[in-house]
């Protein structure tokens, strides 16, 4: 099983500011494929990022992933008031198993 | 697209739930689609796929051999049945849609597993 383990845990930031978040693999993801989703309370998670870098339709050029192998990043340009959610990056490499992180927490400092 | 999850509710350890998903707004049988749960406060867990045929299904550990997944094309749904169910399967469980990635979800169905 690939493990996902995200950094931090939590966030503190400001509306403006950029927010940068980890995933790190417990092994290469050979294809890239890791995406990330935002879920805010009470709603379901929503697709941002596929296949490390793409964003999905509708998702805010302020929101950009990068990444390959075992490290990857989500990164916000400048934080909007809702951008406070929390983050999930999730393998799909093992077609077998799906794995999630979990999770950063954005919250407003 | 719209994906509608029913069937959730409270039910004992040991005992049995079948959740449903409606899908509309696509073409149902050309997607793989995936159950997807979160326990309260947690984060997302995987717990099992199905090919658009219905022809392939995996499972999370977790829940091979108590869950079964099954889709019927005609009616646009997506079923899970539970068996065997645990204190720890309690959760909201979403189902989505699948490219590896889980591209759209419903708003989920809340099952509680309690005496």
């Known amino acids: 099983e690939i493990v996902l383990t995200q950094s931090p845990g939590t966030l503190s930031l400001s509306p403006g500011e950029r927010a940068t978040l980890s995933c790190r693999a417990s092994q290469s993801l050979d294809s890239s494929y890791l995406a990330w989703y935002q879920q805010r309370p009470g709603q379901a998670p929503r697709l941002l990022i596929y296949g490390a870098s793409s964003r999905a339709t509708g998702i805010p050029d302020r929101f950009s992933g990068s990444g390959s192998g075992t490290d990857f990043t989500l990164t916000i340009s400048r934080l909007e008031p809702e951008d406070f959610a929390v983050y999930y990056c999730?393998?799909?490499?093992?077609?077998?198993?799906?794995?999630f992180g979990q999770g950063t927490k954005l919250e407003i400092k | 697209v719209q994906l509608v999850e029913s069937g959730g509710g409270l039910v004992k350890p040991g005992g049995s739930l079948r959740l449903s998903c409606g899908a509309s707004?696509?073409?149902?049988?050309?997607?793989?689609m995936s159950w997807v749960r979160q326990a309260p406060g947690k984060g997302l867990e995987w717990v099992s796929y199905i090919s658009g045929s219905g022809g392939t299904r995996y499972y999370a550990d977790s829940v091979k051999g108590r869950f079964t997944i099954s889709r019927d094309n005609a009616k646009n749904s997506l079923y899970l049945e539970m068996n065997s169910l645990r204190d720890e399967d309690t959760a909201v469980y979403y189902c989505?849609?699948?490219?590896?990635?889980?591209?759209?979800w419903g708003q989920g169905t809340l099952v509680s597993v309690s005496s």
């Open positions: 989505a849609t699948q490219m590896g990635y889980f591209d759209y």
């Open positions: 999730q393998q799909y490499d093992s077609s077998v198993m799906y794995t």
């Open positions: 707004g696509f073409t149902f049988s050309d997607y793989y």
